[in-house]
């Protein structure tokens, strides 16, 4: 079972930042391997997060304060203490940046990824009777969650390649577009493509101790975003429902070091990400424990249609941030 001790897991996971990238790396190899194709699904939100740790005291403080209420939550919730149903509807600003027509996604494709979005948070999407029996009693249902999108903004560009260590795409001094009111909309923006050190990524997101500020958000390469159109095998619009967990306060379920830590307790440990469409069970052994990992969680790497379900575990996490004391309080407007 894993257990958050604050201060000894706040140590590995500054130290841990250098090292895990070079697994990241290895990993993202063993994904194009596994898929068959050129693209591999690689999120770089939690080294981007380590970076934005390592230089700014602020932001650390944070995210100390972040951890140790949801912490708070958990213990609260086993002990019956959050009472309220804990629904929350999450108004979604879109952001498109083209440079193309097929860059420029329709308002049809941006309604079928919230609806995705939707089916995904609720538990309510088609594939979810895959679940294993055994992960079953552990499966997280309906999160609460729910999203409403608000607006679509977009504009014409010269560029269809933007870079995931400046953020150039949300500013509008740097040729982008500003956030919505970053505190109380979830700003999604849609690329045509994302650089990351010496590739490309399908997307990357922010985390709740940087709610309110101008990044704050999620963005998608448009190769990924919504369903029509999309590029197999990350065609059914999990790469955001991956990258809004990230910005709803969830690690990567092997928590970026080899049987790492996702704070998650019913989350079997795993020694690293998952690519492809494994077949279950897939066992892995860590500290000593040889189990089935649970890669069809939507924060491994694997395929869309390999990844159907959160656990109980992330749930708790997610409704500890929406809620009225949560970081992102400031989204439940409407």
């Known amino acids: 079972m894993k257990k958050l001790v604050l201060g000894a897991f706040i140590l590995s996971f500054l130290s841990a930042c250098n090292s895990d990238s070079v697994a990241n790396q290895n990993e993202e ?3 194009k391997t596994n898929t068959g194709t050129t693209a ?3 999120c770089p939100s939690e080294e981007i997060r380590n970076k934005a740790l390592q230089s700014n005291p602020e932001l650390m403080q944070k995210f100390v304060q972040l951890e140790a209420s949801t912490e708070n939550f958990a ?3 086993k002990l019956g203490k959050v009472l ?4 929350v509807e999450i108004p979604v600003v879109v952001n498109v940046l083209y440079s193309t027509a097929a860059e420029n996604v329709s308002d049809a494709r941006i309604a079928e ?3 995705v979005l939707n089916k995904d948070y609720a538990a309510t999407n088609t594939d979810i009777g895959k679940i294993p029996t055994e992960f079953q009693s552990v499966s997280a249902g309906d999160t609460k969650v729910k999203f409403l999108l608000s607006k679509v903004v977009r ?3 010269t560029t269809s390649s933007w870079s995931g260590t400046t953020d150039a795409m949300k500013k509008s001094s740097t040729g982008g577009i500003d956030a919505t009111s970053p505190a109380n909309y979830l700003n999604i923006w849609v690329v045509g493509k994302i650089v990351y050190g010496a590739g490309t990524t399908l997307g990357y997101a922010t985390f709740p101790e940087s709610s309110g500020l101008w990044n704050d958000g999620v963005v998608i390469a448009t190769p990924f975003f919504g369903k029509t159109g999309a590029a197999s095998p990350y065609n059914l619009g999990r790469t955001a429902t991956h990258e809004v967990g990230h910005y709803l306060n969830l690690r990567h379920i092997w928590g970026d070091a080899k049987c790492g830590n996702d704070l998650v307790a019913d989350t079997p440990t795993q020694t690293g990400s998952n690519g492809g469409s494994p077949a279950y069970p897939l066992y892995n052994r860590c500290n000593g424990v040889k189990r089935s990992v649970m890669f069809m969680n939507y924060m491994d790497y694997v395929n869309d249609a390999a990844m159907y379900m959160f656990s109980a575990g992330q749930k708790s996490r997610i409704q500890s941030v ?11 407007v409407l």
């Open 84 to 87: 309220a149903d804990g629904s």
């Open 40 to 42: 591999a699904r690689m």
């Open 29 to 31: 190899a063993e994904n």
């Open 155 to 157: 504009k014409s560009v």
């Open 322 to 332: 929406v809620a009225a004391s949560g970081s992102r309080a400031g989204l439940r």
């Open 75 to 77: 213990n609260d919730l």
């Open 113 to 115: 990824q919230i609806d």
